[in-house]
């Protein structure tokens, strides 16, 4: 709540930048919005209070923790899958340059791959990757 | 010198932005709005107004009326100022309170006004009949300065709305009274004091209603 709060103030804050006057101290202007917004996020609260009940357990389906992961462990499945579709080099170039987030030049002194066969892996790893995405099943 | 990424951003982003172009000082900007209204007023009072009726109604009564009048024209000026102020972020408070004392000597005056003519006329003047006509006046001179002053009020954007609002309304109310007193052909009765009340009252809250939609608060 308090960083809303922060978010909120700082976006008034520029809004309405043009009611500070030069010269003036700037604190309690500062002070007043932070106020303001303060209130208005306490009475927010107040108001979906009312009328929603939070429950942080809902999303939990079983009571063994482990049991919860089923969702989680399917996904890191899937993902393995499609990574071992992948050649050598197709990995390697993903890994370095969309994983890493490394720029081409330095994925290629990296792994020793030229510029021009990191573009070619990365192109047929994303297609590839693409098409061996599981289909998804009808709701 | 070497900019960092995020450096560069803002030297990118900054790089045309427009200066921000800081409001006047809140009482400037009141008193020309009040100089704005009060030429349409005075141009008003000038060619359609009864001066000479204001000056028969308190005939041996000047100082009365002269006290009463300057003090629904401090109530409409310092509300009307103080609207201003508070709609800027961190301003003293206590200007809420600035037209009050002025409001509630324009009420005992007016009382005393009413009262005196009572005790001179008996009971004439107990009649609704004419005050309708007062609402109306009150409702139509608002209805014509409000949305302006809404619109100057509206500038700053207000982060607390309601006392901008509220202010402005009694501003508004005030003011179109003090106008009224050149149209107004016979002397204020208790009734017609409630009525001028009942005015003010139904000014004030449809601007207090309306203070969110137009003063686009921030």
């Known amino acids: ?139 | 010198m070497t900019a960092s990424p995020i450096d560069k951003i803002i030297n990118e982003l900054a790089s045309d932005v427009r200066p921000v172009r800081p409001l006047r000082a809140p009482a400037l900007r009141a008193l020309l709005a009040i100089a704005a209204i009060g030429l349409a007023a005075a141009f008003a009072i000038v060619v359609l107004g009864d001066v000479s009726g204001l000056r028969n109604r308190y005939a041996g009564r000047e100082a009365l009326l002269a006290l009463e009048t300057l003090a629904m024209l401090s109530t409409g000026v310092l509300a009307i100022v103080a609207a201003f102020v508070v709609s800027i972020p961190g301003r003293s408070k206590r200007w809420i309170a600035a037209p009050i004392p002025f409001f509630a000597l324009w009420l005992l005056l007016s009382g005393l006004g009413c009262y005196d003519d009572l005790v001179r006329r008996g009971g004439v003047g107990w009649e609704l009949g004419e005050s309708i006509h007062c609402l109306r006046f009150i409702a139509a001179t608002s209805a014509v300065f409000g949305p302006l002053l809404i619109w100057r009020l509206a500038r700053a954007k207000p982060i607390n709305p309601l006392p901008v609002a509220l202010l402005g309304g009694l501003g508004i109310a005030a003011t179109s009274v003090f106008v009224l007193q050149f149209f107004h052909p016979f002397a204020v009765t208790f009734i017609d004091l409630a009525v001028h009340l009942v005015a003010i009252m139904i000014v004030v809250g449809v601007v207090g209603l309306v203070n969110r939609g137009a003063l686009a608060p921030a």
């Open chain 1, 1 to 139: 709540m308090a960083e809303d709060v922060v978010q909120d103030a700082l976006l008034t804050v520029h809004r309405v930048r043009h009611t500070y006057q030069p010269g003036r101290p700037v604190a309690p202007w500062i002070a007043a919005i932070v106020t303001r917004r303060s209130i208005d996020a306490a009475r927010k609260r107040g108001r979906i209070g009312r009328q929603e009940v939070f429950n942080e357990v809902a999303d939990e389906t079983f009571a063994d923790p482990r049991a919860n992961k089923l969702l989680e462990a399917d996904a890191s499945r899937t993902l393995a899958q499609m990574a071992g579709g992948l050649s050598r080099g197709q990995r390697e170039a993903i890994e370095l340059v969309k994983l890493k987030e490394m720029s081409l030049a330095e994925a290629s002194e990296f792994s020793g791959q030229s510029i021009a066969s990191l573009k070619v892996n990365i192109h047929r790893a994303m297609k590839k990757l693409r098409f061996s995405l599981p289909k998804e099943p009808p709701e």
